[in-house]
């Protein structure tokens, strides 16, 4: 792999976007009420137009955007990405008409979105999602109104989202080629949603479906075509997933670099110890090691590269793993005062767990990037016979 940098001019970027994430984010996300959409922070994204860069970057970009902000403001970095994954899709795979009446109000925040895929018993095995898409007989024959009946659960800014993303099953018993992707605006009938109480506070909630209608004008590409845009959608965010984690784990090595620096340990100071100094040049390492990887995948993605689900797999695998480390030993150097309620750490401690189960889970990712080793060389192996 080459060696990967970036221009002058993203470096300058990336502070920027730092800057103004302490500035004028972090102040209106301390305003927010735990567990709730920040409809003033979301407003606040568009308002300095970072939202509706979701819809012109690329995925390079939506990494850096995403490293930036949780380095300074771990929940406007997640209200922007939220903002992206419920979106994208539209985006990627709506009609004109679709696009044009969400896209510009994502874009101001006006209008939350959600990505609607897991489900109670159907997490890490997004294709065995039960959600029913059945049609409705009083509209005469073909699929053109389906009845929406089930459940999602575990869903990011629910039920407080303006629209969601929707997954149901339009085929029983096809798996993922059965899948039928709908635009489904909150306030249609049938649909109620209850917020879970989460480990970090975030807009969680569970999603139930009573027969909601849904029509050929919500489907978001083709029928039974689902999976395909989840799956597009999840090669683009899951680098910047590790992204969002590279954020945090480069916030807690900065707080380490200067908690070790100054306090006083054993007659000096702890950075003099070489046990703590090989810990601190152990997290910069591996940070470092899996910035790059995060980097080199959205830029395969930008680039159109066939190896991107292997590439986002380890991105986002490497990355999350590697905070999770990271912020774990920090806490360790900075010991009892790290978790204080309040404390940067301790926030970071909670922050940093999702993100190794949502978007696929690590366990998921290892088996993607073994799906991709063994469909390479099986390919190989076949031209090579041939």
């Known amino acids: 792999m080459t060696a990967f940098s970036l221009e002058p001019a993203q470096l300058t970027w990336c502070e920027e976007l730092r800057a103004l994430a302490a500035e004028r984010l972090r102040p209106l996300a301390e305003k927010g009420e735990p567990g709730r ?26 990494c850096l955007m995403r490293e930036s902000l949780a380095h300074a403001c771990t929940e406007a970095e997640t209200a922007l990405a939220l903002q992206g994954l419920g979106a994208h899709p539209v985006h990627a795979h709506g009609t004109e008409a679709q696009r044009a009446r969400w896209l510009p109000r994502v ?64 085929t029983p018993g096809a798996g993922a080629r059965g899948v039928t992707a709908f635009l489904v605006p909150a306030d249609r009938p049938g649909l109620s949603g209850t917020p879970l109480d989460m480990l970090s506070p975030h807009p969680v909630g569970a999603l139930a479906f009573d027969a909601v209608p849904v029509t050929a004008d919500d489907v978001l590409g083709e029928p039974d075509r689902g999976f395909r845009v989840a799956m597009d959608t999840l090669n683009l965010f899951r680098p910047s997933v590790g992204a969002f984690a590279l954020g945090m784990a480069q916030a807690a090595l900065d ?105 696929g889970a690590s366990e998921v990712q290892r088996g993607i990037i073994a799906k991709e080793l063994y469909r390479t060389l099986d390919a190989t192996t076949k031209e090579a016979g041939t």
Not at 44 to 59: D, I, K, M, N, W
Not at 118 to 140: I, K
Not at 311 to 320: E, G, N, V
Not at 324 to 330: E, H, L, R
């Open 255 to 359: 707080a380490t670099l200067a908690h070790t620096t100054a306090r006083d340990a054993f007659g000096g100071k702890l950075r003099d110890l070489q046990a703590v100094s090989h810990q601190v040049a152990e997290l910069a390492l591996r940070t470092e090691a899996a910035r790059l990887m995060v980097y080199a995948a959205a830029t395969a993605y930008d680039a159109g590269a066939p190896d991107v689900p292997r590439r986002a797999a380890m991105a986002k695998l490497l990355a999350t793993e590697t905070a999770q480390y990271v912020v774990d030993k920090a806490v360790q150097l900075h010991g009892a005062r790290a978790l204080r309620r309040g404390h940067l750490l301790e926030h970071l401690y909670r922050e940093v767990r999702a993100p190794r189960i949502y978007e």
């Open 37 to 62: 959409v920040n409809r003033a922070l979301v407003a606040e994204l568009g308002a300095l137009g970072l939202l509706p860069r979701l819809f012109t970057s690329g995925a390079l970009d939506l």
């Open 107 to 170: 874009s101001e925040g006006t209008a939350v979105a959600a990505f609607a895929l897991s489900e109670p018993d159907a997490g890490s095995d997004a294709a065995a999602l039960s959600l029913r898409a059945e049609p409705d007989a009083g509209y005469g024959a073909g699929p053109s109104v389906w009845r929406l009946t089930g459940e999602k659960c575990w869903i990011s800014n629910a039920p407080e989202a303006d629209f969601y993303t929707v997954f149901a099953r339009t």
